[in-house]
Each structure stands twice: as structure tokens, then as C-alpha cells.
């Protein structure tokens, strides 16, 4: 390796503050469908059909975003990731968690669902669900580490889907007094 200058590059420097999360605008909605695209290519690949995100219209994404189930991560003024929270009943749910390849391996993702679990444990929600692919274990991987434990597995038009969940507030059992 030469260490002339422009022979060499040091690796980007990212700083977690500047990304910043807030609900989706109707004007982002092309953005979304992009990233959405772009995040769930790999994931086709391993099934045997398309995922339902791919399948997904601009239409549907708009009456989400006008719900307020939206949200987007930005750096700058550059969508790089993308959610849908909701709440049911007083389980959370999130959905559609993508970011851009360009963007990966930065704590994005892990940066969005932090911000729906403070979100949903704001609205009482007792614990967040969510569900991926049984084929894609990157998926199942990635939540394991931030916490999020399976609790069933099911068929769903001919691919397993592996529903995760996490609790709020679980009680820590102390040991006895001896």
C-alpha cells in the first residue's frame, strides 16, 4: 500500500447524532418505495416469492404516512431508512424497517427501533412485536441482539414467518435473602 496522498482513503467518520428520526411527509413517499426496494432485494433472493413490502403500493404507503404510522431516519436533508409503527392495543408494532444499502452497518435500524420502543412505551404499550422471514436469518439475528425473543413461527403463503417480541418493563426476579 502507498502512502502518497489520494493513494489512500480513511474510513468514513459517522457520527450517530446526526441522524435523526421523524414522521414520514407525503412528499417522501417515492423515497420510501425506493428504500423499501433497494433493503429488500437481498431478502427476495432467499424466498420463494416477493416480500409483501415489494408488493406494496405508493398509495398504501401515502394513508400510512397520513396516519402517522411513517416514519423516516435522515442524515442531513437524505432519507436513508424507513419504519411503520403502530399500536395494537396495547401491543406495539413495527413494520417495513428498512434502510439503504448505501447506509448499513451504521446503528440506522437499531437507531429506529430504539425510537419506536420509547415511542410505544410512551403510548403504554406492554411489549413490541414484529415478524420476519424464518429464511432470513440476518433478520432474526439482528433483533436477537437488540433483544427481541421468538415466540412462534408460522406458514404464511408458503414461507415461515417468525414472530418476535419484546417486553417492556420485565420484572428482574431477585434472589432470597440468606
Known amino acids: 500500500m502507498s502512502l502518497e496522498p489520494n493513494s489512500w482513503r480513511l474510513p468514513e467518520i459517522y457520527n450517530y447524532a446526526e441522524v435523526k428520526i421523524r414522521r414520514a411527509e407525503l412528499s417522501e413517499v417515492d423515497l420510501i418505495k425506493n428504500i423499501l426496494n433497494d433493503a429488500y432485494a ?37 432519507v436513508v431508512g424507513t ?7 396495547q401491543i406495539g408494532v413495527i413494520e417495513r424497517l428498512a434502510v439503504s444499502s448505501t447506509f448499513r ?3 440506522i435500524g437499531s437507531l429506529l427501533v430504539q425510537y419506536a ?15 420476519v422471514y424464518g429464511r432470513v436469518e440476518e433478520q432474526q439475528k439482528f433483533y436477537d441482539r437488540i433483544g427481541y425473543k421468538e415466540t ?10 417468525v414472530l418476535m417480541r419484546k417486553n417492556f418493563n420485565e420484572e428482574v426476579e431477585e434472589e432470597e435473602p440468606l
Open 42 to 78: 437481498p431478502v427476495k433472493k432467499q424466498l420463494s416469492r416477493a416480500p409483501a413490502a415489494l408488493k406494496e403500493d405508493m398509495g398504501k404507503i401515502s394513508r400510512h404516512i397520513q396516519m402517522g404510522n411513517q416514519y423516516v431516519a435522515l442524515i442531513g436533508n437524505q
Open 83 to 89: 419504519m411503520r409503527v403502530t399500536l395494537s392495543g
Open 105 to 107: 452497518n451504521r446503528r
Open 117 to 131: 420502543e420509547n415511542l410505544m412505551e410512551a403510548m403504554d404499550a406492554t411489549c413490541i412485536e414484529l415478524e
Open 152 to 161: 412462534t413461527r408460522q406458514k404464511r403463503s408458503g414461507e415461515e414467518i
